[in-house]
């Protein structure tokens, strides 16, 4: 049974939080607490120690175990910060039992898994969101209005970079069993990018992921979309690489760049860097919070607010590309499909590269005229 609260009600949206990962301490408990529209009310973790430590700053009740938090009766909506290949079962789990969820990303590592998610929310009037919080920062808006406006003339090609240094070497997005890997991990920014400025008319014409020897799963990757009318987008992601966080669309007059693009921090104020054939300028912007803004986002959508209801179009369409990704670099692994397939079989579809023991997976180029 959906626990919506309606847009009058009076109290905070009382989230639960499955676990105590790194971006739940820093970045979204943090968010949670300050956010007048919800509050914690509970951090569940193995590790009783853990949780007591979190909602001694955020406040809320320590509770031992996913499972017992999703038994309580004061829980609106619950956070899933969990690895990627647990998000499925807790999300499924937490929706069962009357929750709503907002599910790190991405969503889950399957599109037939993300599809059947999607679908047991809306059949059960709850609230699901992907929390891909930088399509929440006013900067991406502003530079829709731009291209919309011709400030660039006709989009010709999109471009985007996200690379970040070199993790310690048991950090969890390294596990295949886990759900590791650079392209779920860090490539679904350019790729979710493209998709947010672009439209979701995108196939992958080629693509390239590179896992080292010493790695379970890949480490790096780089891709090229294109759209029926020609545009192409070329995108590049990794980890153990300088940090860079950027895109940048050209058109058929000027060119608009955006750096600090998928993890600005609050305080930053954003500057857009507009090229044309008279010059450069700089387009500057307020600062924006994308994590209060995301928080705030998913506590309407809970309230029953016009507008505010997550686009479950945009997160499938996201877990499509990213799995045509993975095939063109790797040939078919079990549990993805294409945008236009779907597998009979939705098995865990993350370990082919590393069980193949290839240390550069060759690209895959459709060929001309095939979309």
């Known amino acids: 049974m959906s626990l919506g609260l309606g847009p009058a009600a009076p109290r905070p949206v009382r989230i639960g939080v499955l676990g105590t990962a790194d971006i739940a301490r820093r970045r979204m408990l943090p968010a949670f607490a300050a956010c007048p529209l919800t509050e914690v009310a509970a951090v569940a973790s193995r590790d009783d120690d853990r949780a007591v430590a979190q909602t001694e700053r955020f406040g809320g009740r320590p509770v031992h175990g996913y499972a017992a938090l999703l038994e309580r009766d004061d829980i609106d909506a619950v956070y899933v910060p969990l690895p990627i290949a647990l ?26 898994r993300t599809r059947r998610l999607l679908a047991l929310a809306r059949a059960r009037g709850l609230v699901l969101m992907e929390n891909v919080m930088f399509v929440r920062h006013p900067q991406h808006e502003a530079v829709r209005r731009l291209v919309a406006e011709g400030a660039i003339g006709a989009p010709r090609s999109f471009s985007a970079a996200f690379t970040i240094p ?4 048991h950090d969890i997005r390294f596990s295949a069993e886990l759900g590791g890997g650079a392209l779920l991990d860090i490539g679904l920014y350019p790729v979710r990018a493209a998709l947010h400025l672009l439209g979701g008319d995108l196939t992958v014409a080629g693509a390239v992921l590179h896992r080292p020897p010493d790695r379970e799963v890949e480490t790096s990757g780089a891709v090229l979309l294109r759209r029926p009318d020609g545009v192409t987008a070329q995108l590049t992601f990794g980890i153990g690489a300088g940090y860079r966080s950027m895109y940048e669309i050209c058109g058929a007059t000027g060119r608009l760049r955006v750096d600090r693009a998928f993890t600005p921090p609050a305080d930053h104020r954003p500057a857009l860097v507009l090229e044309r054939a008279g010059g450069s300028e700089t387009v500057g912007l307020e600062a924006a919070d994308q994590v209060e803004a995301t928080v705030r986002a998913f506590a309407e959508a809970v309230r029953g607010v016009p507008g505010a209801a997550p686009d479950h179009r945009a997160t499938l369409r996201q877990s499509l590309l990213l ?7 790797s040939g078919p692994a079990p549990g993805f499909e294409s945008p236009s397939s779907r ?24 060929r001309a005229g095939r979309p």
């Open 87 to 112: 998000h499925a079962e807790w999300v499924e789990r937490a929706l069962l039992a009357g929750r709503h969820v907002l599910a790190e990303k991405p969503l889950t590592a399957s599109p037939a």
């Open 323 to 329: 799995a045509a990704v993975r095939r063109a670099a």
């Open 166 to 169: 070199e993790l310690p070497p």
């Open 343 to 366: 597998p009979a079989d939705d098995g865990p579809g993350r370990r082919g590269t590393a069980q193949r023991g290839r240390e550069d997976v060759r690209v895959h180029v459709r």
